[in-house]
T-cell receptor, first 113, second 113 residues
Framework: GAGVSQSPRYKVAKRGQDVALRCDPI?????LFWYQQALGQGPEFLTY????????KSGLPSDRFFAERPEGSVSTLKIQRTQQEDSAVYLC???????????FGPGTRLLVL | KNQVEQSPQSLIILEGKNCTLQ??????????LRWYKQDTGRGPVSLTI?????NTKSNGRYTATLDADTKQSSLHITASQLSDSASYIC????????????FGSGTRLSIRP
């Protein structure tokens, strides 16, 4: 496709449930970022990949959050034992390099009940 | 602490009017500053990107300015249109490290007919 896609677009989870959020970046984008965006706030950095290597995961809020990009293209953000405070929009962005413009997906809106 | 502060938090103007959004940052060392537009329910879309040596950049009716000495940027929108209603986010990169891409909380702009 021409842009970044994310799935699912919406996810409702019961507290304690595990979820997996998928990101399909633009083909050829080496860099891939995950962000968490609370309502009315700007995105906050979670983690960054260069190809398949996870170079920075300093923004992941707890060890319940795990991200992977095994083949350097599609990435998955997994949240184990979801909590209500995990409710947010999770954005994925790709770029040629970290200094270039980031192209964002539409986000996955996660609601934990 | 690296921070990006935006003002106003929200703004309502009439269609056809101009407006200016502000961004102050304390991110250091500075690499570049970007303005993004985020429509409701969508990911951010890049409007402009400026490096240290650039003090103005235009993209159609959008003009961004940067004063690296005072660490301030502004986004001026000319002849506003209803489609300009969105959140405008200022993003400052400190260096090539992905985790040092700091997002402001955004200004929510509403254009009234």
């Amino acid at each position: 496709g021409a842009g970044v896609s994310q799935s699912p677009r919406y996810k409702v989870a019961k507290r304690g449930q595990d979820v997996a959020l998928r990101c399909d970046p633009i083909s050829g984008h080496v860099s891939l970022f995950w962000y968490q965006q609370a309502l009315g706030q700007g995105p906050e950095f979670l983690t960054y990949f260069q190809n398949e290597a996870q170079l920075d995961k300093s923004g992941l809020p707890s060890d319940r959050f795990f991200a992977e990009r095994p083949e350097g293209s599609v990435s998955t953000l997994k949240i184990q034992r979801t909590q209500q405070e995990d409710s947010a929009v999770y954005l994925c962005a790709g770029a040629g390099t970290t200094k270039e413009t980031q192209y964002f997906g539409p986000g996955t809106r996660l609601l934990v009940l | 602490k690296n921070q990006v502060e935006q003002s106003p938090q929200s703004l309502i103007i009439l269609e056809g009017k101009n407006c200016t959004l502000q961004c102050n940052y304390t991110v250091s060392p500075f690499s570049n500053l970007r303005w993004y537009k985020q429509d409701t329910g969508r990911g951010p879309v890049s409007l402009t990107i400026m490096t240290f040596s650039e003090n103005t950049k235009s993209n159609g009716r959008y003009t961004a300015t940067l004063d690296a000495d005072t660490k301030q940027s502004s986004l001026h929108i000319t002849a506003s249109q209803l489609s300009d209603s969105a959140s405008y986010i200022c993003v400052v990169s400190a260096e090539s490290s992905a985790s040092k891409i700091i997002f402001g909380s955004g200004t929510r702009l509403s254009i009234r007919p």
